[in-house]
């Protein structure tokens, strides 16, 4: 089990972009909000298309996935997330994509530092 649920629905998104608190670095834009459900997890990680075709894009969106499972049990519980890659990713190596990532979440108080 991988530990954590997906957003898929559009009033996910909507609640979680109207209602949640944004952080941002050079390659990232996290989106959090406290989910209903206490102790539930659930995250969406998104790549727009000016970053490229179809197998560009997932490959970020693989990357991302496999960076977030990396430190995924550190992260707190009871939260809706969404992911969203900026232009810059596309140009660095996974090792520094993850350490970006894991950054975000501890300057979102989701991970302790």
């Keep these: 089990m991988k530990g954590y ?13 109207n209602n ?5 670095n050079k390659y990232f834009v996290l989106y959090v909000r406290p ?12 790549v727009g298309k000016k970053l490229g075709y179809a197998v560009q894009r997932n490959r ?3 990357q991302m996935r496999h960076a977030f499972q ?8 009871g939260f809706q997330i969404i992911v969203i890659a900026r232009h810059k990713v596309e140009e660095i190596d996974f090792f520094m994509l993850r350490s970006s990532l894991k950054s ?6 989701l ?3």
């Design 5 to 17: 649920e997906s957003l898929k629905k559009k009033w996910e998104f909507d609640q979680t972009f």
């Design 35 to 46: 989910s209903e459900k206490k102790g539930q997890l659930k995250i969406a990680f998104c």
């Design 70 to 77: 990396s430190f995924m049990p550190q992260v707190a519980k």
């Design 111 to 113: 991970i302790d530092g």
């Design 20 to 24: 949640g608190h944004s952080y941002i």
């Design 104 to 109: 975000l979440f501890v300057k979102a108080n």
């Design 60 to 62: 970020i969106k693989r």
